[in-house]
T-cell receptor, first 112, second 114 residues
Framework: QKEVEQDPGPLSVPEGAIVSLNCTYSNSAFQYFMWYRQYSRKGPELLMYTYSSGNKEDGRFTAQVDKSSKYISLFIRDSQPSDSATYLCAMSADGGGFKTIFGAGTRLFVKA | ETGVTQTPRHLVMGMTNKKSLKCEQHLGHNAMYWYKQSAKKPLELMFVYSLEERVENNSVPSRFSPECPNSSHLFLHLHTLQPEDSALYLC?????????????FGDGTRLSIL
Protein backbone atom coordinates (compact mmCIF):
# COMPACT_ATOMS: atom_id res chain seq x y z
CA GLN A 1 0.00 0.00 0.00
CA LYS A 2 1.31 3.45 -0.94
CA GLU A 3 1.81 5.88 1.93
CA VAL A 4 -0.19 8.53 0.08
CA GLU A 5 -2.94 7.89 -2.47
CA GLN A 6 -4.21 10.57 -4.83
CA ASP A 7 -6.58 10.14 -7.76
CA PRO A 8 -4.67 11.22 -10.89
CA GLY A 9 -7.80 12.44 -12.71
CA PRO A 10 -8.10 14.25 -14.98
CA LEU A 11 -10.88 16.20 -13.33
CA SER A 12 -12.77 18.53 -15.65
CA VAL A 13 -15.20 21.15 -14.28
CA PRO A 14 -16.96 24.24 -15.64
CA GLU A 15 -15.82 27.70 -14.59
CA GLY A 16 -17.38 28.74 -11.30
CA ALA A 17 -17.73 25.21 -9.94
CA ILE A 18 -16.56 24.11 -6.50
CA VAL A 19 -13.65 21.69 -6.86
CA SER A 20 -12.81 19.04 -4.29
CA LEU A 21 -9.39 17.38 -4.40
CA ASN A 22 -8.52 14.61 -1.98
CA CYS A 23 -5.74 12.42 -0.64
CA THR A 24 -5.71 9.47 1.70
CA TYR A 25 -2.73 8.28 3.66
CA SER A 26 -1.72 5.34 5.80
CA ASN A 27 0.89 6.73 8.23
CA SER A 28 -0.82 8.02 11.38
CA ALA A 29 2.40 9.86 12.33
CA PHE A 30 1.85 12.51 9.64
CA GLN A 31 1.21 15.87 11.28
CA TYR A 32 2.08 18.43 8.58
CA PHE A 33 -0.03 18.63 5.43
CA MET A 34 0.57 20.64 2.31
CA TRP A 35 -1.01 21.29 -1.06
CA TYR A 36 1.06 22.36 -4.02
CA ARG A 37 -0.09 23.60 -7.43
CA GLN A 38 2.04 22.78 -10.46
CA TYR A 39 1.45 24.44 -13.80
CA SER A 40 2.80 22.84 -16.97
CA ARG A 41 6.57 23.40 -17.35
CA LYS A 42 6.81 24.89 -13.85
CA GLY A 43 7.79 23.64 -10.41
CA PRO A 44 5.32 22.94 -7.59
CA GLU A 45 4.12 26.10 -5.82
CA LEU A 46 3.06 25.91 -2.17
CA LEU A 47 -0.65 26.71 -1.78
CA MET A 48 -1.58 25.60 1.71
CA TYR A 49 0.31 24.39 4.78
CA THR A 50 -1.51 23.05 7.83
CA TYR A 51 -0.59 21.33 11.07
CA SER A 52 -2.67 18.50 12.53
CA SER A 53 -6.45 18.40 12.06
CA GLY A 54 -8.91 21.12 11.14
CA ASN A 55 -9.59 23.64 8.41
CA LYS A 56 -7.57 26.46 6.94
CA GLU A 57 -8.91 29.03 4.51
CA ASP A 58 -6.99 31.32 2.15
CA GLY A 59 -9.08 33.24 -0.34
CA ARG A 60 -10.89 30.76 -2.61
CA PHE A 61 -8.93 27.82 -1.18
CA THR A 62 -9.82 25.74 1.89
CA ALA A 63 -7.70 22.88 3.20
CA GLN A 64 -9.26 20.25 5.47
CA VAL A 65 -7.52 17.56 7.46
CA ASP A 66 -9.33 14.63 9.07
CA LYS A 67 -6.70 12.66 10.93
CA SER A 68 -9.18 10.12 12.28
CA SER A 69 -9.98 9.10 8.70
CA LYS A 70 -6.47 9.77 7.36
CA TYR A 71 -8.03 11.98 4.70
CA ILE A 72 -7.17 15.47 3.49
CA SER A 73 -9.01 17.72 1.06
CA LEU A 74 -8.49 20.92 -0.87
CA PHE A 75 -11.58 22.87 -1.93
CA ILE A 76 -11.48 25.54 -4.60
CA ARG A 77 -14.48 27.88 -4.73
CA ASP A 78 -15.51 29.80 -7.85
CA SER A 79 -12.97 27.91 -9.94
CA GLN A 80 -11.27 29.78 -12.77
CA PRO A 81 -9.53 28.59 -15.97
CA SER A 82 -6.30 29.83 -14.35
CA ASP A 83 -6.77 27.11 -11.69
CA SER A 84 -6.12 24.48 -14.38
CA ALA A 85 -3.00 22.70 -13.13
CA THR A 86 -1.83 19.58 -11.33
CA TYR A 87 -2.41 19.61 -7.57
CA LEU A 88 -0.05 17.66 -5.33
CA CYS A 89 -0.76 16.75 -1.74
CA ALA A 90 2.21 16.28 0.58
CA MET A 91 2.72 15.35 4.21
CA SER A 92 5.41 14.80 6.79
CA ALA A 93 5.83 13.58 10.36
CA ASP A 94 7.43 15.06 13.45
CA GLY A 95 10.86 13.51 13.72
CA GLY A 96 10.56 12.27 10.17
CA GLY A 97 13.85 13.80 9.22
CA PHE A 98 13.66 15.64 5.95
CA LYS A 99 11.18 13.29 4.33
CA THR A 100 8.06 14.76 2.82
CA ILE A 101 5.83 12.23 1.08
CA PHE A 102 4.03 13.45 -2.04
CA GLY A 103 0.97 12.21 -3.85
CA ALA A 104 1.26 11.65 -7.59
CA GLY A 105 -0.99 14.66 -8.30
CA THR A 106 -4.49 15.29 -9.66
CA ARG A 107 -4.77 16.99 -13.04
CA LEU A 108 -7.53 19.65 -13.00
CA PHE A 109 -9.08 21.35 -16.04
CA VAL A 110 -11.44 24.29 -15.53
CA LYS A 111 -13.39 25.05 -18.71
CA ALA A 112 -14.41 28.62 -19.56
CA GLU B 1 16.19 37.14 -8.25
CA THR B 2 13.78 35.60 -5.78
CA GLY B 3 12.86 32.06 -4.71
CA VAL B 4 14.64 29.04 -6.11
CA THR B 5 16.34 29.27 -9.51
CA GLN B 6 17.41 26.27 -11.58
CA THR B 7 19.60 26.18 -14.67
CA PRO B 8 19.50 25.02 -17.35
CA ARG B 9 15.73 24.68 -17.87
CA HIS B 10 16.22 22.04 -20.56
CA LEU B 11 19.07 19.64 -21.17
CA VAL B 12 19.54 17.00 -23.86
CA MET B 13 22.55 14.75 -23.46
CA GLY B 14 23.96 11.51 -24.72
CA MET B 15 24.60 8.61 -22.40
CA THR B 16 28.34 9.23 -22.34
CA ASN B 17 28.22 12.98 -21.63
CA LYS B 18 28.98 14.73 -18.38
CA LYS B 19 26.83 17.69 -17.38
CA SER B 20 25.79 19.54 -14.23
CA LEU B 21 22.51 20.98 -13.00
CA LYS B 22 22.62 24.10 -10.88
CA CYS B 23 20.25 25.37 -8.19
CA GLU B 24 20.38 28.63 -6.25
CA GLN B 25 18.00 29.69 -3.47
CA HIS B 26 17.44 33.29 -2.39
CA LEU B 27 15.19 32.49 0.59
CA GLY B 28 17.81 32.28 3.33
CA HIS B 29 17.00 28.61 3.90
CA ASN B 30 19.46 26.12 5.38
CA ALA B 31 18.36 22.87 3.70
CA MET B 32 18.31 22.00 0.01
CA TYR B 33 16.90 19.00 -1.86
CA TRP B 34 17.04 17.24 -5.22
CA TYR B 35 13.93 15.44 -6.46
CA LYS B 36 13.17 13.44 -9.61
CA GLN B 37 9.70 13.85 -11.11
CA SER B 38 8.52 11.32 -13.70
CA ALA B 39 5.14 11.35 -15.41
CA LYS B 40 2.26 10.25 -13.19
CA LYS B 41 4.59 9.27 -10.33
CA PRO B 42 5.13 10.95 -6.98
CA LEU B 43 8.19 13.08 -6.45
CA GLU B 44 11.19 10.91 -5.62
CA LEU B 45 13.60 12.36 -3.07
CA MET B 46 17.19 11.91 -4.21
CA PHE B 47 19.41 13.95 -1.90
CA VAL B 48 19.11 16.32 1.04
CA TYR B 49 21.69 18.75 2.36
CA SER B 50 21.25 20.46 5.71
CA LEU B 51 23.75 23.11 6.73
CA GLU B 52 25.82 21.98 3.74
CA GLU B 53 26.09 18.37 4.95
CA ARG B 54 24.46 15.52 3.07
CA VAL B 55 21.84 13.98 5.35
CA GLU B 56 19.86 11.83 2.89
CA ASN B 57 20.89 9.72 -0.05
CA ASN B 58 17.95 7.61 -1.16
CA SER B 59 19.80 4.76 -2.87
CA VAL B 60 20.51 6.95 -5.87
CA PRO B 61 22.85 5.46 -8.50
CA SER B 62 26.40 6.78 -8.41
CA ARG B 63 25.97 8.30 -11.88
CA PHE B 64 24.25 11.14 -9.96
CA SER B 65 26.65 13.09 -7.75
CA PRO B 66 25.46 16.05 -5.64
CA GLU B 67 27.52 18.96 -4.41
CA CYS B 68 26.57 21.69 -1.94
CA PRO B 69 29.35 24.31 -1.66
CA ASN B 70 27.27 26.63 0.57
CA SER B 71 23.73 26.98 1.89
CA SER B 72 22.55 28.87 -1.20
CA HIS B 73 23.89 26.64 -3.97
CA LEU B 74 23.33 23.03 -4.94
CA PHE B 75 24.62 21.09 -7.94
CA LEU B 76 23.79 17.72 -9.43
CA HIS B 77 26.61 16.29 -11.52
CA LEU B 78 25.52 13.80 -14.16
CA HIS B 79 27.67 11.13 -15.81
CA THR B 80 26.90 8.12 -17.99
CA LEU B 81 23.14 8.43 -17.61
CA GLN B 82 20.57 5.92 -18.87
CA PRO B 83 17.43 6.58 -20.92
CA GLU B 84 15.28 5.91 -17.82
CA ASP B 85 16.92 8.93 -16.18
CA SER B 86 14.96 11.23 -18.50
CA ALA B 87 12.70 13.25 -16.18
CA LEU B 88 12.14 16.63 -14.57
CA TYR B 89 14.73 17.30 -11.86
CA LEU B 90 13.50 19.65 -9.17
CA CYS B 91 15.47 21.51 -6.56
CA UNK B 92 13.82 22.66 -3.34
CA UNK B 93 14.82 24.47 -0.17
CA UNK B 94 13.40 24.81 3.33
CA UNK B 95 14.22 26.28 6.70
CA UNK B 96 15.10 23.63 9.26
CA UNK B 97 13.42 24.38 12.60
CA UNK B 98 11.77 22.37 15.36
CA UNK B 99 8.61 22.15 13.26
CA UNK B 100 8.59 20.82 9.71
CA UNK B 101 8.67 23.83 7.42
CA UNK B 102 7.40 23.30 3.87
CA UNK B 103 9.73 23.09 0.91
CA UNK B 104 9.85 25.67 -1.87
CA PHE B 105 10.64 24.49 -5.38
CA GLY B 106 12.38 25.77 -8.47
CA ASP B 107 10.93 25.26 -11.94
CA GLY B 108 13.15 22.26 -12.65
CA THR B 109 15.47 21.06 -15.36
CA ARG B 110 13.83 18.91 -18.04
CA LEU B 111 16.44 16.26 -18.82
CA SER B 112 16.33 14.08 -21.92
CA ILE B 113 18.83 11.27 -22.42
CA LEU B 114 19.38 10.17 -26.00
Amino acid sequence: QKEVEQDPGPLSVPEGAIVSLNCTYSNSAFQYFMWYRQYSRKGPELLMYTYSSGNKEDGRFTAQVDKSSKYISLFIRDSQPSDSATYLCAMSADGGGFKTIFGAGTRLFVKA
Amino acid sequence: ETGVTQTPRHLVMGMTNKKSLKCEQHLGHNAMYWYKQSAKKPLELMFVYSLEERVENNSVPSRFSPECPNSSHLFLHLHTLQPEDSALYLCASSQVRRDNQPQHFGDGTRLSIL
